[in-house]
């Protein structure tokens, strides 16, 4: 797979159940972020996770990040209908101002 | 909340001719980006500027692109010669650290003809 690669590429969940998206990615990282995007719009930063942690939340969002099996997993807990969107990882490695990002997951979440 | 602004929405141009997009980003950010997203691809990174410099910039980044910010607010994307495959969103971005938590506006839809 390419850096950055999500799966699935989409998810229909019902409102209230958990949503998880994964990423995968080929090179060392220096940061990987998480970046939704509504539907012909742009996108809108999530989180943000080093490459020295393992874990981190916001809200109702959780970010984990194995730099050993270069791969990062997005949970978005109690989903609801806002949360309908395509949401994008996005790497950046040591050196370089550009963000690599994914083919993205397209979340549904049925009222 | 401050927002990264873009101009036009949607710039129909016929290929050959050169476009101007503009940006305004966030005033305290010093990192400045633009990336495009074609059709049902992925967001491709085109090129960051810091310092009133490029400091990095994409193979997609040849001669026919140049970026410019002219007065301290605004910062411009020029095509001099479009071409049908430039047909694309084009997103600008800033942030306050290089590459760490990009606010993107909400692009320019570019239709070459």
């Known amino acids: 797979s390419q850096q950055g690669e999500e799966d699935p590429q989409a998810l229909s969940i019902q409102e209230g159940e958990n949503a998880t998206m994964n990423c995968s990615y080929k090179t060392s990282i220096n940061n990987l972020q998480w970046y939704r995007q509504n539907s012909g719009r742009g996108l809108v930063h999530l989180i943000l996770?080093?490459?020295?942690?393992r874990e981190k939340h916001s809200g109702r969002l959780r970010v984990t990040l194995d730099t050993s099996k270069k791969s990062s997993s997005l949970l978005i807990t109690a989903s609801r209908a806002a949360d309908t969107a395509s949401y994008f990882c996005a790497t950046a490695v040591w050196g370089s101002y550009k963000l690599i990002f994914g083919s993205g997951t397209r979340l549904l979440v049925r009222p | 909340e401050p927002e990264v602004t873009q101009t036009p929405s949607h710039q129909v141009t016929q290929m050959g001719q050169e476009v101007i997009l503009r940006c305004v980003p966030i005033s305290n950010h010093l990192y400045f980006y633009w990336y495009r997203q074609i059709l049902g691809q992925k967001v491709e990174f085109l090129v960051s500027?810091?310092?009133?410099?490029?400091?990095?910039k994409s193979e997609i980044f040849d001669d026919q692109f140049s970026v410019e910010r002219p007065d301290g607010s605004n910062f411009t994307l020029k095509i001099r010669s479009t071409k049908l495959e430039d047909s694309a969103m084009y997103f600008c971005?800033?942030?306050?650290?290089?590459?760490?938590?990009?606010?993107f506006g909400s692009g320019t839809q570019l239709s070459v003809l």
């Open positions: 996770i080093r490459s020295n942690e």
């Open positions: 500027f810091y310092n009133n410099e490029i400091s990095e």
């Open positions: 971005a800033s942030s306050v650290e290089g590459n760490e938590k990009l606010f």
